[in-house]
């Protein structure tokens, strides 16, 4: 593509939804913790390797398909899910730190060498659970 020569009109993405392909055989509930995988799809938060956190799940949705058969919304920013166990619960002092994906509801201090993908940021810890900042860019930066 050439440099402009002339006035543009470059379209912009307005708020923070967002919307992309699910993986295969994936239900992904309302409010669940949503990951991207290594292949671009989509799916629920849980213990694995290779995801990345996105969001919250904006509705739920099932794919019974091919990966990429069904689209589910999300939505980048700072949502509160429950504390870990004892033994990897996140505390105030992880603030600023990594969270963990152990489920589609449930984050926690470590990866559990190495079992565990990155969710997001520790934002704050109250007593009902750990609010957890998604943004995807700032995790796969804090990965390399």
């Known amino acids: 593509m050439t440099a402009l020569t002339a006035d543009r009109n470059t379209p912009r993405m307005i708020g923070d939804d967002r919307s992309g392909p699910m993986a295969a055989g994936v239900t ?6 949503v990951m991207r995988a290594v292949t671009g799809h989509l799916t ?19 794919n019974a398909g091919a990966a ?56 704050g810890v109250d007593e009902l659970g750990v609010w957890v900042r998604f943004d995807e860019a700032l995790a796969k930066a804090y990965l390399t």
Not at 28 to 33: L, S
Not at 45 to 62: F, H, M, N, P, S
């Open 68 to 123: 990429g058969a069904v689209d589910v919304k999300y939505r980048p920013g700072i949502y509160r899910f429950a504390n870990s166990a004892v033994a990897d619960l996140i505390s105030a002092a992880d603030i600023g730190g990594p969270a963990y994906a152990v489920d589609d509801q449930t984050v926690a201090k470590t990866s559990a060498t190495n079992t565990r993908s990155i969710a997001g940021f520790v934002d």
């Open 28 to 33: 992904i509930f309302a409010g669940a913790i």
């Open 44 to 62: 629920k938060g849980q213990t694995a390797l290779g995801l990345i956190g996105v969001g919250r799940a904006e509705e739920q949705k099932v």
